[in-house]
């Protein structure tokens, strides 16, 4: 498999609820990143979390990160019809985005 | 003003043909990315370019073949295309630091559709 693989592959919560979706990667890093992308359009970054980092937040994200289990998290709360996407994580080590989480929120 | 910009966004073409996708970032960035997408949403780099020099060369035919004519500009030509080859194409940019690349900025995408 390949580096930055997100879990789950799909999500579907309502409007409001928390969503949670998990990144595992298998080599050291320096930082992860996580990415959004919308249907049919190129992806935007929304965080970055280095490895010496534990927990970051921004706005409605908050990012982990366990570098002795090689994984992150992404939670995002009050979620919002239009946090539909699709969510990436990626590591400086490979670049590799793979499938993503598609995500639904349901209004 | 938009920050990466690819050309053409949609290109429709026969098996056999050759063809060329075009970015151009102007955010003074100095590393450049090609990644492919193809139809199940599987997202994989392609090609990397740090100041015109390639730092990134994964697993792609040669029949791919990247070209940095300078740090604000990474194109893709690509020669006798194959129905595989349909997917959309992102073009993205970063500074380069220590720790690795920094925020990548994405452009929209070419639609790629080989018949």
């Known amino acids: 498999s390949q580096q930055g693989e997100e879990d789950p592959q799909a999500l579907s919560i309502q409007e409001g609820e928390n969503a949670t979706m998990n990144c595992s990667y298998k080599t050291s890093i320096n930082n992860l990143q996580w990415y959004r992308q919308n249907s049919g359009r190129g992806l935007v970054h929304l965080i970055l979390?280095?490895?010496?980092?534990r927990e970051k937040h921004s706005g409605r994200l908050r990012v982990t990160l366990d570098t002795s289990k090689k994984s992150s998290s992404l939670l995002i709360t009050a979620s919002r019809a239009a946090d539909t996407a699709s969510y990436f994580c990626?590591?400086?080590?490979?670049?590799?985005f793979g499938t993503g989480t598609r995500l639904k929120v349901l209004a | 003003d938009t920050a990466v910009s690819q050309t053409p966004k949609y290109l429709v073409t026969q098996m056999g043909n050759d063809k060329s996708i075009k970015c151009e970032q102007n955010l003074g960035h100095d590393t450049m990315y090609w990644y492919k997408q193809d139809s199940k949403k599987f997202l994989k780099i392609m090609f990397s370019y740090n100041n015109k020099e390639l730092i990134i060369n994964e697993t792609v035919p040669n029949r791919f073949s990247p070209k940095s004519p300078d740090k604000a500009h990474l194109n893709l030509h690509i020669n006798s295309l194959e129905l595989g080859d349909s997917a959309v194409y992102f073009c993205?940019?970063?500074?380069?630091?220590?720790?690795?690349?920094?925020?990548?900025?994405f452009g929209p995408g070419t639609r790629l559709t080989v018949t």
């Open positions: 979390i280095r490895s010496n980092e």
């Open positions: 993205a940019s970063s500074h380069r630091s220590v720790g690795g690349p920094g925020e990548q900025y």
């Open positions: 990626a590591t400086d080590a490979r670049y590799i």
